[in-house]
């Protein structure tokens, strides 16, 4: 609440990492009954100032998703291309979620080619931001095992204006 009046601020980022690459960390009814009440008076009180839930929770969280449409999240962040498929991502949410993330950093990035980077980025790029609400962004912070060439590669198609 001491920020949320700030007219600077847009939106309000909640770390909350739920996930594995495999699925939840937690089923689905434990995480209905004792993580949603708490998140949705967070969601509650940052849409009372007029600002967007962004969540940031790592790994194949798709249980939830519907949960979290549901409880008026906004934006979903990270995008993990290794824990969950994009594409049924963007089908099945894109009307009602923005996404923010996608491009691996647990492959593309550290072991691909800047060709290959760029062909993945505008594939992610591509897919995510049909009808808008994309975000375009790795699916985690780059690490210092990226090539200086991948990196450039990234920042090359993010300059793009798509055709």
Known sequence: ENILHLPEIDGVLLGSDWGSQRGLLMSPSVWQ?????????????????????????????????PSLVEMGLDVLNPVQPEAMEIGKLKRDYGARLAFWGGISTQQTLPFGTPDGVRSDARGV??????NGGYIFAPSQSIQDDVPLENLMALLEVAREIPG
């Open 125 to 130: 790029r591509d897919v995510m931001s049909v």
């Open 33 to 65: 009954d004792m993580i949603r009440p708490g998140e949705q008076k967070e969601y509650d009180l940052v849409h009372a100032y007029g600002k967007h839930v962004w969540v940031h929770s790592c790994g194949d969280i798709s249980a939830i998703i």
